[in-house]
């Protein structure tokens, strides 16, 4: 089939490698404009999908908007029978909807209808789910709400990370788009709509949600560190440096939230025990494990950590 390809981030290129892999011809590859990178933001980097598509010979485009008759017309004159969407960063609008003969496919790292929306691999963690997964749905003007073709069911484990998931989902992700390509091109993909009950929402990662909260339960507090590892970071404030946490895990223990119970970074929570530190990162300092942080602190029992 001829297919614009639609993505940014490196979660996206999995699929973009399976597609063209499958023997379908990409005729274009849609994605955000390079952005500024450098320590005094002087240097344009291209994005994953980018730097993947130039590898794979296919034409880049990176337009500030989709929202023009010009926008429209160019579409429109790749003369494709789908359009493949992952993570592009973009809304489509109608019109751009509208010109694929087969329709626009959105691959979405979530068990729609639950967690809709810009982030869902973290929020489903931080949520304390259990299961989540990847789906393909056919896009339509509402956010996440079209109907559903295919989905793939990933479980959660108790101490994974978002980086571990994300990992894990873009390359499921990338398997069953495939297979939904397949189907499509058969005439044997269908879509179901998706049920009312059960829709939740996974707005962005706000920065002022970063910062432990130790008088959560220590579950909320696990599933908030994790939630946020690797990236932007759960932290809490050392003597005024800020130390993100990128590993815990769940243990036993007692005592006022925020409190150091012991020589191994475990720390009281509000209830139902504390929760263990087991990677860490001060500000300006590389990741590092608890016991090699704590040879170089003054943390000591009895501490309250802010």
């Known amino acids: 089939m001829r297919i614009v390809f ?163 989902l873009m390359i499921v992700g990338g398997d069953l788009m495939g297979r939904a390509l397949a189907g499509l091109q058969r005439g044997a993909l269908s879509f179901q709509p998706q049920p009312a009950e059960g829709v939740t929402y996974a707005a962005k990662i706000d920065k002022g949600e970063t910062r432990i909260d130790w008088s959560k339960p220590a579950q909320a507090v696990h599933d908030h560190i994790r939630g946020l590892s690797p990236f932007p970071g759960a932290w809490f404030d050392l003597a005024g440096t800020r130390v993100k946490v990128l590993r815990s895990t769940r243990t036993d223990g007692a005592g006022a939230p925020g409190t150091l119970l012991d020589g191994a970074l475990t720390i009281a929570c509000g209830a139902g025990g504390a929760v263990r530190l087991v990677e860490v990162q001060k500000a300006g300092s590389r990741a590092m494990a608890a016991d090699e942080f704590l040879r170089g602190s003054d943390l000591a029992a009895g501490m309250v950590l802010a």
């Open 6 to 168: 639609m993505g940014t981030p490196d979660f996206a290129v999995p699929t973009l490698v399976e597609i063209v892999g499958a023997g379908h011809e990409v005729v274009a590859a849609y994605t955000r404009a390079p952005a500024p990178a450098g320590r005094r933001g002087l240097d344009l980097v291209p994005s994953p999908v980018h730097r993947a598509a130039e590898r794979l010979g296919i034409p880049v485009l990176t337009p500030s908007t989709l929202r023009t008759e010009e926008a429209a017309e160019a579409f429109a004159a790749h003369e494709a029978e789908a359009a493949v969407v992952v993570a592009y960063g973009r809304i489509l609008p109608q019109a751009i909807l509208d010109l694929p003969t087969l329709g626009c496919l959105n691959l979405h790292a979530s068990l729609l209808p639950r967690w809709r929306g810009a982030a869902p691999i973290q929020r489903a963690i931080m949520a304390g789910d259990s299961e989540t997964g990847v789906a393909v749905m056919k896009m339509e003007a509402g956010l996440d709400t079209g109907p559903v073709g295919l989905v793939e069911r990933v479980a959660i484990g108790p101490d994974m990370t978002a980086g571990e998931l994300h990992d894990r």
